[in-house]
């Protein structure tokens, strides 16, 4: 898998089921330098970062590479420590259509909700 965040994170395993949609299940490298900086003392992963991730599992989920055309209810609700949480439940339901693929995601640490969005790629 080709991605822009080196190291950020390990695609550990992953679910497919019928009708298109997926669960992965990812850790964060909490000795990444993004963390250096954002924020010394207190990591906090970077909302940017997290869409980026759903992008390069979409990518590697669907075999296109892919640009994002427009996020919709984007909405991160509780805030990812990778010391304290590192390990997270990606959760894609994929649609592909004629104009490029749309993609409904959460994204979980436990049973806590982190992230919740709506995004449309091109190919």
Known sequence: MQTILTD???LESYDKAEN??????????KDHEIFKGHFPGNP?????????IVKE???EFTGSKLFLQSASNVKF???INPF?????????????????????NTT??????????SVHYKR
């Open 8 to 10: 950020f994170y390990t």
């Open 84 to 104: 304290e949480t590192p390990d997270l439940i990606v959760q894609l339901d994929i649609n592909e259509t004629e104009d490029g693929i749309k993609v409904k």
């Open 77 to 79: 609700m509780a805030i």
């Open 20 to 29: 298109g949609s997926f669960v992965a299940n990812i850790s964060l490298n």
């Open 44 to 52: 906090v992963t970077p909302g940017v970062c997290m869409m980026q």
């Open 57 to 59: 599992l979409t990518e």
């Open 108 to 117: 979980l640490f436990g049973e806590t909700i982190a992230l919740k969005m």
